[in-house]
């Protein structure tokens, strides 16, 4: 209750005082313009601080009006039904104050039109005649009387003044008889008065008067502030002969008390009917500058009270729009204060529990969506490092995501191509080497749900992989499919470990099963050579060692393929010591330098190499193995060249190089020219280049071919440099 | 006592005629003479009954010279009311002075404005206050007090001319004699 009352006085104190005060006043006014000369000095006081006042809440008005205009510019929430509201509220007000004024204006002016009348006028004017008439004629008498008295006794005044005054003032029943000399000396008085020490002396105007022997009759108001009422004043000149003096005698009559009434009340009765005539058109003004500032004070407080009660009605509107406002900026914190426990309290309440619940759900939806995020990231991370490549589409079989290794695998560019359809990605020219494995993979899309899976060998510039297709669909809230995820392994290296171990196990049978007899066979043929040699003649000698010569021949390359079969069959302990790489390079190349030799081996070592943990050996026959294919690649060259370069750029790595002027290995050829009995030459055992990887393999390294068409062959073998402290690799 | 006049009119209605200083007793005194032209309108309200009030207003300065300025010292400043009135049942018109308490009566109301306008051995101070070398200037005014006017007047004399008497300021340069030493 004590909150609500301040509140009142707050808002709408200030022009409840103003007005009250205001509205004070000009009754005030209005009751000193209806008393006329009552209080007229404080009109002008009032007056000019009613206009103040009507002023200041003008300008109150104005004020409100103009930020009114500017919340509506600037569409502050209210602003709009607040105007509207006020412009009703003020034709609400206005129009019957307009009539109101209207009609009080024309009462106004008819009630002051019948405060005068001719026949008051006339009334007045002759009562005022008849007072005058009757008190002229009582000075008259008296003036009469006392020139008859001044006739009789003029002689006996001059001789016996203080008597004769006495005995005039008797006979007179005056109130006062005075004689004075003409210089104004007084000579004698009486009074009815015992306490009048004086007389009313005549001013100098009379005694100059009295010297000019005119006589004097008037009715004249005691000035005295003790006395009352009105006398009338006799002033006789007259001359002794004897005693040659000039004399005046004064005598001063009463006017009885109700004469004195009767006459004041008709006086100021036709005084103030003048004084009301003449003010008429003044007043008449006077009355209508009240009313209008009553009126337009009414009307103004009406409106400022309008605008505030207005705005307190729309201030929970504000309060909501400026709820909104802050939750469409995402700021969900802000919580309105409830001043009122009317509808528009619960509206408030209702919206900042809503904001509340939004706000927690938001929070809710955040955490969750960094959950998602963390792990959707953990995810990426995993798939990121998986060995596998993964790739996901989405249901219009567009790119969703990928990892590197999918990249390496499949040897393109996935990450730039995200969002983009897979049949359309197939179709750029770099990606051409995808389209035989892509066209087996899409009709797996085809299967649904089941997941599926299949090896296919895959060649790129890289090589020939072989790799397995794993696929399977995504799930979805709303469909059954949400996508579908390929999972691509390449198995390569373990197909090929597969492959080394069987190849392997029949070059270990091989061996075994055919090595033990060749050495008999051998012997045999060169036996039987020499038995039946002697035996036979010229013609079946010449055969007969044709043949046997053929046995030992054959028997001695099935020997050297045994032994191949052997060397690549058997993986012998690795006798790693440390050995200069530059030496045994020197060393081997300097054998294939000969005169007579076709080619031309050169070397171009780097000093600087360091030893390295090697089994010499086994390195001995991966250069010659490397130079033989060399020499036997460069058979029909004009001028063929053989280099051998090691390079030492880091004290990690040697990198060896043997290259040779050759016509080139055909690219198609490059990706098997590793695998045992991949050669296309006539001769060899076909083994060569799978021992030299082999060997690269026992020692950690790792093998690479660089070779083009009528350009030569380089095989580049790259050793990780081996510490005697600690024998494994780096 | 010889005296320079200088006269500053305001309106035409009230006319300071003559201000005259003169010493008696040891007092400067002042006589003068004033004529009243007063409109019709007025002279309407007069006879109405409206009370009139006039002010009349007579300053001593002192001219004085401070710091290398010139200033007037103001020795004395009398202001003082005479309200002139009519009683229509005798038709006579009377002045009432707010100074001395006193009421005069007239028959006409030419006589009562000659009199308003006429003042006589008006003592201003006395002698022994005043420096016989320093330079005095004597300064009257007379003016109609509208805001003594009935109430329903005021906002009609604040708008209209002829509610506007004023005499405007009328100096006399007081020539000062050794004699007052």
Same mark, same amino acid.
């Not at chain 1, 007389?199 to 005295?224: C, S």
């Not at chain 1, 066209?439 to 060649?459: D, L, R, S």
């Not at chain 1, 030496?583 to 070397?603: C, F, G, H, N, Q």
């Not at chain 2, 300025?69 to 038709?91: A, C, K, M, P, W």
């Given at each position: 209750?004590?909150?609500?009352?301040?509140?009142?006085?707050?808002?709408?104190?200030?022009?409840?005082?103003?007005?009250?005060?205001?509205?004070?006043?000009?009754?005030?006014?209005?009751?000193?313009?209806?008393?006329?000369?009552?209080?007229?000095?404080?009109?002008?006081?009032?007056?000019?601080?009613?206009?103040?006042?009507?002023?200041?809440?003008? $300008?109150?008005?104005?004020?409100?009006?103009?930020?009114?205009?500017?919340?509506?510019?600037?569409?502050?929430?209210?602003?709009?039904?607040?105007?509207?509201?006020?412009?009703?509220?003020?034709?609400?007000?206005?129009?019957?104050?307009?009539?109101?004024?209207?009609?009080?204006?024309? $009462?106004?002016?008819?009630?002051?039109?019948?405060?005068?009348?001719?026949?008051?006028?006339?009334?007045?004017?002759?009562?005022?005649?008849?007072?005058?008439?009757?008190?002229?004629?009582?000075?008259?008498?008296?003036?009469?009387?006392?020139?008859?008295?001044?006739?009789?006794?003029?002689?006996?005044?001059?001789?016996?003044?203080?008597?004769?005054?006495?005995?005039?003032?008797?006979?007179?029943?005056?109130?006062?008889?005075?004689?004075?000399?003409?210089?104004?000396?007084?000579?004698?008085?009486?009074?009815?008065?015992?306490?009048?020490?004086? &007389?009313?002396?005549?001013?100098?105007?009379?005694?100059?008067?009295?010297?000019?022997?005119?006589?004097?009759?008037?009715?004249?108001?005691?000035?005295?502030?003790?006395?009352?009422?009105?006398?009338?004043?006799?002033?006789?000149? $007259?001359?002794?002969?004897?005693?040659?003096?000039?004399?005046?005698?004064?005598?001063?009559?009463?006017? &009885?008390?109700?004469?004195?009434?009767?006459?004041?009340?008709?006086?100021?009765?036709?005084?103030?009917?003048?004084?009301?005539?003449?003010?008429?058109? &003044?007043?008449?003004?006077?009355?209508?500058?009240?009313?209008?500032?009553?009126?337009?004070?009414?009307?103004?407080?009406?409106?400022?009270?309008?605008?505030?009660?207005?705005?307190?009605?729309?201030?929970?509107?504000?309060?909501?729009?400026?709820?909104?406002?802050?939750?469409?900026?995402?700021?969900?914190?802000?919580?309105?204060?409830?001043?009122?426990?009317?509808?528009?309290?619960?509206?408030?309440?209702?919206?900042?529990?809503?904001?509340?619940?939004?706000?927690?759900?938001?929070?809710?939806?955040?955490?969750?969506?960094?959950?998602?995020?963390?792990?959707?990231?953990?995810?990426?991370?995993?798939?990121?490092?998986?060995?596998?490549? =993964?790739?996901?589409?989405?249901?219009?079989?567009?790119?969703?995501?990928?990892?590197?290794?999918?990249?390496?695998?499949?040897?393109?560019?996935?990450?730039?191509?995200?969002?983009?359809?897979?049949?359309?990605?197939?179709?750029?020219?770099?990606?051409?080497?995808?389209?035989?494995?892509?066209?087996?993979?899409?009709?797996?899309?085809?299967?649904?749900?089941?997941?599926?899976? $299949?090896?296919?060998?895959?060649?790129?510039?890289?090589?020939?992989?072989?790799?397995?297709?794993?696929?399977?669909?995504?799930?979805?809230?709303?469909?059954?499919?949400?996508?579908?995820?390929? =999972?691509?392994?390449?198995?390569?290296?373990?197909?090929?470990?597969?492959?080394?171990?069987?190849?392997?196990?029949?070059?270990?049978?091989?061996?075994?099963?055919?090595?033990?007899?060749?050495?008999?066979?051998?012997?045999?043929?060169?036996?039987?050579?020499?038995?039946?040699?002697?035996?036979?003649?010229?013609?079946?000698?010449?055969?007969?060692?044709?043949?046997?010569?053929?046995?030992?021949?054959?028997?001695?390359?099935?020997?050297?393929?045994?032994?191949?079969?052997?060397?690549?069959?058997?993986?012998?302990?690795?006798?790693?010591?440390?050995?200069?790489?530059?030496?045994?390079?020197?060393?081997i190349a300097e054998m294939y330098r000969s005169p007579s030799a076709t080619w031309k081996v050169t070397v171009?070592?780097?000093?600087?190499? &360091?030893?390295?943990?090697?089994?010499?050996?086994?390195?001995?026959?991966?250069l010659h193995?490397?130079i033989k294919n060399a020499i036997e690649a460069t058979v029909n060259t004009i001028l063929p060249r053989i280099k051998i370069?090691?390079?030492?750029?880091?004290?990690?790595?040697?990198?060896?190089?043997i290259?040779d002027n050759g016509?080139?290995?055909?690219?198609?050829?490059?990706?098997?020219?590793?695998?045992?009995?991949?050669?296309?030459?006539?001769?060899?055992?076909?083994?060569?280049?799978?021992?030299?990887?082999?060997?690269?393999?026992?020692?950690?390294?790792?093998?690479?071919?660089?070779?083009?068409?009528?350009?030569?062959?380089?095989?580049?073998?790259?050793?990780?440099?081996?510490?005697?402290?600690?024998?494994?690799?780096? | 006592?010889?005296?320079?006049?200088?006269?500053?009119?305001?309106?035409?209605?009230?006319?300071?005629?003559?201000?005259?200083?003169?010493?008696?007793?040891?007092?400067?005194?002042?006589?003068?003479?004033?004529?009243?032209?007063?409109?019709?309108?007025?002279?309407?309200?007069?006879?109405?009954?409206?009370?009139?009030?006039?002010?009349?207003?007579?300053?001593?300065?002192?001219?004085?010279?401070?710091?290398?300025?010139?200033?007037?010292?103001?020795?004395?400043?009398?202001?003082?009311?005479?309200?002139?009135?009519?009683?229509?049942?005798?038709?006579?018109?009377?002045?009432?002075?707010?100074?001395?308490?006193?009421?005069?009566?007239?028959?006409?109301?030419?006589?009562?404005?000659?009199?308003?306008?006429?003042?006589?051995?008006?003592?201003?101070?006395?002698?022994?206050?005043?420096?016989?070398?320093?330079?005095?200037?004597?300064?009257?005014?007379?003016?109609?007090?509208?805001?003594?006017?009935?109430?329903?007047?005021?906002?009609?004399?604040?708008?209209?001319?002829?509610?506007?008497?004023?005499?405007?300021?009328?100096?006399?340069?007081?020539?000062?004699?050794?004699?007052?030493?």
């Amino acid at each position: 209750m004590s909150s609500k009352f301040w509140r009142f006085l707050k808002q709408y104190g200030w022009i409840t005082l103003i007005s009250g005060a205001l509205l004070i006043l000009l009754v005030i006014m209005s009751q000193i313009l209806q008393n006329a000369s009552s209080f007229a000095d404080t009109y002008s006081t009032l007056l000019f601080t009613t206009f103040g006042g009507v002023g200041v809440l003008l $300008f109150v008005l104005f004020k409100a009006l103009w930020g009114l205009r500017l919340q509506r510019k600037r569409n502050v929430p209210g602003s709009k039904i607040t105007i509207r509201l006020t412009t009703i509220a003020t034709l609400m007000l206005g129009i019957p104050i307009a009539i109101i004024f209207y009609f009080s204006l024309t $009462f106004i002016q008819q009630g002051i039109n019948q405060w005068f009348d001719v026949k008051t006028e006339t009334a007045l004017k002759n009562a005022s005649a008849l007072v005058r008439t009757s008190l002229d004629n009582k000075t008259r008498d008296m003036l009469n009387l006392t020139l008859a008295a001044v006739k009789d006794k003029s002689q006996s005044l001059a001789i016996s003044p203080i008597i004769e005054v006495s005995k005039l003032r008797t006979l007179l029943n005056a109130q006062e008889v005075a004689l004075y000399h003409s210089n104004q000396q007084l000579i004698a008085f009486s009074s009815a008065e015992i306490s009048d020490a004086l &007389p009313l002396a005549p001013g100098d105007n009379l005694f100059q008067q009295i010297r000019q022997k005119k006589t004097y009759a008037a009715i004249e108001t005691h000035q005295d502030p003790g006395s009352e009422g009105q006398f009338i004043r006799v002033i006789i000149p $007259f001359s002794d002969l004897d005693l040659s003096g000039n004399y005046a005698l004064q005598v001063l009559f009463p006017i &009885p008390s109700n004469m004195t009434q009767l006459a004041e009340s008709v006086a100021i009765a036709a005084g103030q009917y003048k004084e009301l005539s003449y003010l008429k058109g &003044p007043l008449t003004a006077s009355f209508i500058l009240i009313l209008s500032m009553v009126l337009l004070l009414t009307l103004v407080t009406a409106v400022l009270f309008t605008i505030q009660a207005v705005q307190n009605f729309t201030r929970p509107i504000r309060t909501l729009a400026r709820g909104t406002k802050a939750v469409s900026e995402g700021d969900y914190s802000v919580k309105m204060s409830i001043k009122n426990n009317d509808e528009f309290g619960d509206l408030t309440q209702s919206f900042n529990d809503m904001i509340q619940r939004i706000s927690k759900a938001r929070t809710d939806i955040k955490i969750g969506h960094q959950q998602t995020e963390v792990q959707k990231l953990y995810l990426q991370a995993v798939i990121k490092n998986l060995t596998s490549g =993964v790739l996901t589409l989405d249901m219009n079989l567009r790119i969703r995501t990928t990892n590197d290794a999918a990249q390496q695998i499949l040897n393109t560019d996935l990450a730039s191509h995200i969002g983009e359809r897979l049949d359309e990605w197939i179709k750029h020219e770099r990606n051409t080497h995808l389209n035989e494995l892509f066209a087996n993979i899409t009709p797996m899309f085809k299967q649904g749900a089941t997941p599926w899976n $299949f090896q296919q060998e895959f060649v790129c510039k890289k090589g020939q992989k072989i790799l397995m297709i794993h696929g399977s669909t995504l799930p979805s809230i709303d469909k059954k499919i949400g996508g579908y995820v390929i =999972v691509i392994d390449d198995v390569t290296e373990m197909v090929q470990a597969q492959l080394n171990a069987a190849w392997s196990d029949v070059a270990r049978r091989l061996a075994h099963e055919i090595k033990n007899p060749l050495t008999p066979i051998q012997l045999s043929a060169e036996r039987l050579n020499y038995k039946l040699h002697t035996k036979l003649d010229a013609e079946d000698q010449s055969l007969l060692a044709r043949m046997t010569n053929t046995i030992i021949e054959q028997v001695s390359t099935m020997q050297t393929l045994v032994q191949a079969f052997s060397d690549y069959a058997d993986t012998p302990k690795v006798l790693l010591q440390q050995t200069d790489i530059n030496r045994l390079i020197t060393d081997i190349a300097e054998m294939y330098r000969s005169p007579s030799a076709t080619w031309k081996v050169t070397v171009d070592l780097a000093q600087e190499c &360091p030893l390295i943990l090697a089994d010499s050996a086994r390195l001995r026959q991966l250069l010659h193995n490397l130079i033989k294919n060399a020499i036997e690649a460069t058979v029909n060259t004009i001028l063929p060249r053989i280099k051998i370069t090691t390079l030492c750029q880091d004290s990690e790595n040697i990198t060896l190089r043997i290259c040779d002027n050759g016509p080139g290995i055909p690219e198609e050829s490059q990706n098997w020219i590793f695998e045992p009995y991949a050669s296309d030459k006539p001769k060899g055992t076909g083994l060569g280049l799978a021992i030299v990887r082999k060997i690269v393999e026992e020692h950690h390294g790792k093998i690479t071919l660089n070779s083009s068409q009528n350009e030569g062959t380089c095989f580049i073998i790259t050793f990780p440099v081996i510490s005697s402290e600690n024998e494994g690799p780096k | 006592m010889a005296s320079l006049t200088t006269k500053v009119q305001a309106s035409d209605e009230i006319m300071i005629m003559r201000v005259s200083d003169y010493q008696q007793d040891q007092k400067l005194l002042l006589d003068s003479e004033s004529r009243f032209k007063l409109p019709e309108a007025i002279v309407t309200a007069i006879n109405h009954e409206i009370p009139l009030t006039f002010k009349t207003e007579i300053r001593l300065l002192e001219k004085n010279q401070r710091l290398g300025f010139d200033y007037d010292r103001t020795r004395v400043s009398i202001e003082y009311q005479t309200h002139l009135y009519v009683e229509g049942v005798n038709q006579r018109y009377f002045l009432y002075n707010s100074r001395n308490l006193k009421t005069q009566s007239f028959t006409t109301l030419e006589s009562a404005l000659l009199t308003l306008g006429t003042l006589q051995s008006f003592p201003i101070i006395n002698l022994a206050e005043l420096h016989p070398k320093q330079h005095y200037t004597l300064k009257m005014r007379i003016s109609l007090d509208h805001w003594q006017l009935p109430a329903p007047l005021l906002m009609e004399s604040l708008f209209k001319s002829h509610w506007q008497l004023d005499s405007g300021w009328f100096e006399v340069d007081i020539q000062t004699p050794g004699s007052w030493l």
